[in-house]
């Protein structure tokens, strides 16, 4: 009786693991009845059993190489739909599957999708043609996988038929981010953009740059070995080789290109660090290899082969060297683990590779842990042969093995796919009765996530949810930009050039702004500056023209008027250097120029105001202080030399430069950059005390004759000055940006023409409109009116004084010493005006001495 039995169990196995696919149904590894159907593809062998080099015969063969860790992220799939359905997320709607296994072969995944497209409840079992598929009702609702992303790539244009949504745990190609080509294509782990990014930063950062890199000739390896060479050139990572195995695994092909790769390795000896981008089944051949040759590197590993427990489990993994993983975020895997020691309760008929395991398993439960894996890669290879006792105890008394080859980044990837599927199914369901089937179509749910999709100019923030599909989508904030759907962040702007506005999807690049030419203000400053030169010169003609008149002789004579003159055509010019894009040359010129004129101009107009007090002056002490005092040339020298050794040093210790100023955050501020403050208002206070020291002296030479007064015109002008620079300081420091030269102008043509017109036009006007009183006998005849205004005034003066002697004469004839020196004022007095009596009496062109006549 137990010989019966074994034999009948032998016969069993013996079928199960050598018939090819007979049926559609027998196509399918696990299925689950529900309202919903999810599919599922999974490579859980790594390739078909064929006899040929290539397929004779248009069907499909027996799968060997069974994958343990594959195998496991398909248990993790059923587990998070059960997990759902014993939920409260989908009440009263149980969510189902059909999964298949693809042997990492894009031609049976593709049988796989033609039976996901199949008419719902059609025994046929047929895809139907229709031009419309929006109210078609296909067998499954959305498809989770594949893992690999070539074969992803193929099953999404299938899909993209009928938009059918494909969630993918593990392809991480870039290109199935192109939502034009793949728009029902969605991941739960990010695409290799990122990855080799990172490598590539890594491998800078690490101080090495010259490397190889190793790929397969599919679409995976193409693309990854595409995106991170630019990313290595980015970063100046040079490659010194790059080694594609071809993406089939045969024996005799593999093994050759191994080889030459090894060759290729041990040749380049300065080559430390080799970038692995292959499959887990390239892998663990290639290493295999590296062992047997004793080469010891660096290798960066793709997320691809990273965690893969097929690789770690490689004995004397160790020799091959340093290994660099890139690998998927982790989740909690307490609940997976604990589903593992349940899988006793799953062994049916409805799930193959759950039973296939379980022979495999019972055929190796004689082998020790650490040969475990093997031995089971090994006997699935080909039929079974063995007898095996399938009960229940000794299938699973080894059930830590499952969780110590479960990859959790994979494992946590699929249960995010799940998930999503099932908050999309539940925003469908809430309107709707979703145990019928045909209540709504795949394509609907591409409409329908936990969240909705960041628009570019947002970013993902995390709720209190615990899955990372639930988010808020927050806009990204000033200067910060996102240019792709759901991103995790944003990106900042490089805030010296370039510029944001809140929830951007691009950086703007700043506009640079000085006062232009073309400004509105500008042009009314010009105007002015050009309005004042043409006075300047104009008033020069109208001096040269009349030379030898006593109101250009008064005015010191042409060569001064000139000097001042020509200091006001550079003060007027010298506005021009604060318009226009700042230079370097114009920064340094401006204030040089300014400052030196004006100084140059004010020391002149000093001198003048002194020759004017000196002329007029009849108090002899304060007459000899002015004559010493008087030495036009070496004064006017003086004064602006002084203001030459500032501004020299200015130049020389802390020079104007041109400067960006960033801190507006649109804009970027060209402008002259002072250098120093100090020598600034140095130059400027300067300039200050000259204009208020000719204040003084004119202010004492107000009440001169008429055509001699320009002192209290002189006075008005630095008034003028002073309002103006005065409010110059506060307006100045309070303003910012392009304008600010502009105040700086406004400020020198109202001292400018404040000066101007004060010293010259009064003249202008009586050379122009008042001839008959420039003339000589005119000028004699008004100074002989202020001697005789003055003469009077002294001679009242003598008379108060005479009483006021006899007064204290009288009152203090004791004082004697007093009174004598009384008497010699008044002696003094009266011979003063006795003089100008006697002068006033006389022809007017004698009564002044020769000296002061000339010097008037």
């Known amino acids: 009786m137990a010989l019966l039995i074994v034999v009948i169990i032998y016969l069993v196995i013996i079928l199960a693991t050598s018939q090819s696919c007979q049926a559609p149904d027998d196509f399918v590894a696990a299925t689950s009845p529900g309202h919903i159907m999810i599919g599922g593809l999974f490579a859980i062998h790594e390739k078909m059993l064929s006899s040929e080099e290539h397929p004779r015969r248009p069907q499909i063969q027996k799968c060997v190489g069974f994958e343990i860790s594959v195998f496991l992220q398909t248990l993790a799939m059923i587990h998070s739909i059960e997990t759902i359905n014993n939920s409260t997320l989908l009440s009263g709607v149980k969510l189902g599957y059909e999964i298949y296994d693809t042997c990492t072969e894009v031609t049976v995944a593709m049988a796989a999708t033609l039976r996901f497209l199949s008419k719902f409840n059609c025994s046929r079992e047929t895809v139907a043609f229709q031009c419309d598929y929006s109210s078609y009702v296909p067998r499954v609702k959305a498809v989770i996988g594949a893992g690999y992303s070539e074969i992803t790539m193929a099953v999404s244009r299938m899909l993209n038929l009928q938009l059918m949504p494909q969630v993918s745990y593990e392809s991480t190609a870039e290109i199935l981010s192109d939502k034009m080509r793949f728009p029902s294509f969605l991941r739960t782990v990010p695409s290799d953009f990122y990855q080799t990014k990172a490598m590539a930063h890594l491998i800078q950062k690490s101080g090495w ?29 040079c490659i010194a080789f790059k080694e594609v195995f071809p993406a089939v695994l045969s024996a005799n092909t593999i093994e050759v290109r191994i080889n030459q790769t090894l060759e290729k390795i041990i040749a380049e000896t300065q080559v430390n660090v080799i970038v692995v981008f292959l499959r887990k089944f390239h892998a663990f051949s290639l290493f295999h290899k590296v062992i047997e040759r004793n080469i010891n590197k660096i290798w960066i590993a793709s997320d691809n082969w990273s965690t893969a427990a097929k690789i770690i489990t490689i004995p004397d993994i160790k020799k091959i060297g340093k290994v660099v993983g890139f690998t998927f975020r982790r989740g909690n895997m307490s609940s997976f683990h604990s589903f593992l020691q349940t899988l006793h309760m799953y062994l049916n008929d409805n799930n193959k590779p759950l039973r296939e395991y379980a022979m495999l398993f019972s055929a190796c439960e004689h082998v020790k842990d650490s040969e475990l894996s093997k031995c089971i890669s090994n006997y699935s290879q080909e039929s079974l042969t063995y007898e095996a006792n399938m009960t229940e105890k000794s299938i699973f008394m080894r059930n830590d093995f499952l969780g110590q080859y479960s990859e959790p980044g994979l494992i946590h ?78 990106l900042l702007c490089n805030n010296k050039t370039h510029w944001a506005p809140v929830r951007s999807a691009m950086c703007f690049e700043k506009e640079v702004e000085y006062l232009n030419w073309n400004d509105s203000l500008a042009i009314l400053l010009v105007a002015l500056s050009l309005l004042g030169i043409t006075l300047v010169l104009a008033i020069g003609i109208i001096f040269t ?161 008429e055509n001699y007064n320009e002192a209290k015109f002189i006075t008005f002008g630095m008034l003028i000055y002073f309002i103006a620079w005065i409010t110059f300081i506060p307006v100045y420091a309070t303003t910012f940006g392009k304008y600010l030269p502009a105040v700086e102008i406004i400020v020198i043509l109202i001292s400018n023409y404040g000066i101007l017109c004060c010293t010259f036009f009064p003249k202008c006007y009586v050379i122009l409109y008042k001839q008959e009183t420039n003339t000589k006998s005119a000028f004699l005849k008004m100074i002989y009116s202020y001697s005789s205004h003055s003469a009077d005034s002294l001679a009242m003066s003598h008379v108060s004084m005479d009483s006021i002697n006899d007064n204290i004469t009288m009152t203090n004839p004791s004082l004697g010493d007093k009174s004598a020196a009384l008497q010699k004022d008044k002696d003094l007095q009266e011979q003063t005006l006795a003089h100008i009596c006697r002068e006033n009496s006389a022809n007017v062109s004698k009564t002044l001495p020769r000296k002061r006549i000339s010097s008037i």
């Open 413 to 490: 990837s699929i249960q995010l796919a799940v998930l999503a599927l099932g908050y999309a199914i539940r925003d469908l369901c809430r309107v709707r009765d979703c145990q019928n089937p045909s209540t709504f179509q795949p394509w609907e749910q591409i409409l329908s996530k936990c969240s909705k999709e960041c628009s570019p100019g947002q970013m993902k923030k995390t709720t209190g949810s615990q899955h990372i599909c639930c988010y808020e989508c927050v806009s990204c904030p000033e200067n910060h930009y996102s240019n792709q759907t759901d991103m995790d962040r944003c």
């Open 545 to 705: 023209r009349n030379l030898n008149t006593p109101v250009v002789k008064s005015s010191g004579g042409l060569m001064v008027c000139y000097v001042i003159l020509l200091c006001h055509f550079l003060n007027f010019a010298s506005t021009g250097f604060f318009i226009g894009e700042p230079q370097d040359f114009t920064c340094k010129t401006r204030q040089t120029l300014f400052g030196v004129s004006f100084t140059l101009c004010v020391s002149c107009i000093l001198m003048k105001s002194l020759k004017i007090l000196l002329a007029f002056s009849f108090d002899p002490k304060l007459q000899n202080f002015l004559k010493c005092l008087y030495k036009p040339v070496p004064i006017v020298l003086t004064c602006t030399g002084i203001q030459v050794v500032i501004c020299t040093l200015w130049l020389i210790f802390a020079e104007p430069a041109v400067e960006e100023n960033i801190s507006l955050p649109r804009i970027i501020i060209l402008e002259c950059e002072e250098g120093s403050i100090l020598a600034f208002g140095t130059m400027l206070g300067y300039i200050a005390i000259l204009a208020f020291i000719c204040f003084i002296i004119a202010f004492k030479g107000r009440k001169l004759p």
């Open 209 to 237: 740059n010259w490397i190889g890199i190793i790929t397969t000739d599919d679409d995976y390896g193409r693309l990854a070995l595409d995106t991170f060479a630019i990313q290595a050139a980015a970063n100046n990572v």
